[in-house]
């Protein structure tokens, strides 16, 4: 399984952006697929995860972030709004194609994960 990020960009603060990661081969509808982001100098962190245990966010990105995912196009979205300078970093897609363990707080079952697509948002 391939996975492509795009959408990324750079925006103030406030604004929105859309991100897309578009799935190459079979990924099951019960897949838990999410995204996740890494900021410079920091660690990876989990932004939000969707699967068939439901949709988890990161408590930093709850109310802003939506996470959604169309099965017919095999696609995984992420809308962000009001978004911040900390919210800066590149983020990635993953999936999990054995529908393990889902949540955001868990990465270590994704087995395929993107090449990343570069978020910065200006104060």
């Known amino acids: 399984v391939q996975l492509v990020e795009s959408g990324g960009g750079s925006v103030q603060a406030g604004g929105s952006l859309r991100l897309s990661c578009t799935t190459s081969?079979?990924?099951?509808?019960?897949?838990?697929m999410g995204w996740f982001r890494q900021a410079p100098g920091k660690e990876r962190e989990g932004v939000a995860t969707i699967g068939h245990d439901g949709i988890t966010y990161a408590d930093s990105v709850k109310g802003r972030f939506t996470i959604s995912k169309d099965n017919t196009e095999n696609t995984l979205y992420l809308q962000m709004n009001s978004l911040k300078p900390e919210d800066t970093g590149m983020y990635y897609c993953?999936?999990?194609?054995?529908?393990?363990?889902?949540?955001?707080?868990?990465?270590?079952?994704?087995?395929?994960w993107g090449k990343g697509t570069l978020v910065t948002i200006s104060s």
């Open positions: 993953a999936a999990d194609i054995h529908g393990g363990y889902c949540h955001v707080t868990y990465d270590k079952g994704m087995d395929s």
């Open positions: 081969g079979y990924i099951h509808s019960r897949a838990c």
